[in-house]
């Protein structure tokens, strides 16, 4: 019997493996305000939405952009910091990063109108680009192989953190304060945080870099731009082949294929296309991000029908959505065990099955449903998701040696901001066409010149209703009605995304894979499955 290599001379230093999970616990709260930011703002969009001086009057599109307009820098910028990061440090960058969304953060909250609000949230996507593939990138070089895998559960654990604290803050402070508490909230985490960095995590970097893509990352964020733009302004006009849509979709497709022919042939691309010839990898990929698809999508509509339809306050609007975060921390550090029973395909299409039936269920939501019902639907869509976050975050983490840990970790957090973007722009203008279709008759009791603006989202009609006095109570019915109708409609859409997810991960996902002998003398491989 012969005795394993790499126990005689591991990579980590002891003094930096000793104080492991205490880094991990301040790289989880660097995590937290990431994600926490885009979960306390779900809960506070029907305010900002709201006239001033309550909010901003922001209309539909504009809130879909004051969300997008954060995770499209978020998700152009991933790959340029994550090099950035290899080059000149992780250590480095993510401190910048946090120091960015800070200001950002302060600035948001004194936004004095939608446009305003819109610029300052891409701040925050700058500085947010920074911190979450750094903080991947460090955990993949503080944890030594073998417990890599439970360090990314426990990491991904903080994801379902982020979303159950964000929507009770959320609505605590919009309870107590203005909705710009919401963005400032974020600046003491911040210097907490960053206090924390400074004294206890090591810095780290790639010993051969990759140079900096330039044209690619314009590209990238162009063609992202146009895409997303396109989709919106087609569900606000309700009309997808109205030729500014249609013209704008599809530059912003013919610039997303021109990026990737550019990096195909690029020396140094933002992206190494090759790594997609592993299926195993880019099925990984692609289930990550339909994950996020359905998740930002559902939160998106989910507030407009506990707030407006059901009339529930922002605060029991946080603790509605609890079942979904909790079940996410309960499931998400345990989702390896699954895996090491039954394997990642089963786990991951099992998941991904369980979002799909999710989803559907919301079509039995109606006004007066049991809120039990909507309870419980949430919880177990968010067990399905814990149990794709954790494998396909492990899978992609460990295709890649631990030097390129910067661009896995950017490759896997920009699927995920791109997913959630385009579930937030197509199942938003999913929703808004479907309820303007149902709600466009009844607005002929309003002026022709506020009827376009009085249907692009169930509170601006709500508004409307609320300015003509006892005669507007018919119109309410309907708007409830409509809403409803197009809420059924974009989770149906939903759930059939979620379905391709199940097919992919199951052509393409390692089944089972065997225990390794333990004498074996040769350390793991690098790359996981590309053998498949």
Known sequence: MTTPAVPDAPRI???????????????????????????????????????????????QSELEWAINSYTLVFAGLLFTAGLLGDRLGRKKVLLAGLAVFGIGSALAAQSGSP??????????????????????????NVFEREEQPKAIGIWAGGVGLAVAIG??????????????????????????????????????????????????????V?????????????????????????ATILSGVAVLVGFVWYEKRSDHPSIDISYFKNRVFSAAITAIALVFFALMGVTFFAVFYTQSVRGYSPLETGLLMLPLAAAQLIFAPRARLVVERI???????????????????????????????????????????????TPTS???????????????????????????????????????????????????????????????SIEATLGAAGR????????????????????HITALCGAGVALVGVLIVSLYLPGKQPKPPVDTAAPEPDRVGAEH
Request: aromatic share 6%; net charge negative.
């Open 13 to 59: 230093p002891e003094a930096v493996h000793r104080r492991r999970w205490a880094i991990l616990g301040v790289l989880m709260l660097s995590l937290l305000i990431v994600v926490l930011d885009n979960s306390i703002l779900n809960v506070a969009i029907k305010t900002i939405s709201t006239p001033e001086p309550t909010g901003l009057g922001a209309t």
């Open 468 to 487: 003509l006095g006892p005669r507007g109570e018919a119109l309410v019915a309907s708007a409830n009605d409509s809403f409803l109708h197009a809420m």
């Open 222 to 246: 162009i063609g992202l731009v146009l895409l997303v733009y396109g989709i919106i302004k087609g569900g606000q006009l309700a009309d997808f082949t109205d030729p500014a849509a249609l």
């Open 115 to 140: 446009v305003e609000l819109i610029a300052f949230r891409g701040v925050m996507g700058l500085g947010a680009a920074f911190v979450m593939p750094a903080t991947l990138a460090i955990l993949m």
């Open 394 to 456: 492990v899978v992609i983490m460990q295709a890649l040696p631990r030097e390129k840990a910067g661009s896995a970790s950017a490759l896997s957090n920009t699927f995920r901001q791109v997913g959630g973007a385009l579930g937030i722009a197509v199942l938003g203008s999913v929703l808004s066409t479907a309820y303007r279709g149902g709600v466009e008759d009844e607005l002929k009791v309003l002026p022709a010149g506020a009827r376009h603006t009085a249907g692009e």
């Open 167 to 220: 929507p009770i803050t959320g609505g605590v402070l919009l309870d107590h304060f203005w909705w710009g508490s919401v963005f400032l909230v974020n600046v003491p985490i911040v210097v907490v945080a960053i206090g924390l960095m400074i004294a206890l995590v090591p810095d780290s970097r790639d010993p051969k870099p990759g140079r900096i893509d330039l044209v690619g990352v314009v590209l990238s």
């Open 343 to 389: 394997g990642v395909k089963a786990t991951c299409a099992g998941g991904l099955a369980l979002c799909a039936l999710t989803l559907a269920s919301f079509t039995i939501l109606d006004a007066d449903t049991p809120i039990w019902i909507m309870e419980v639907i949430f919880f177990l869509m968010g067990a399905g998701m814990a149990h794709i976050m």
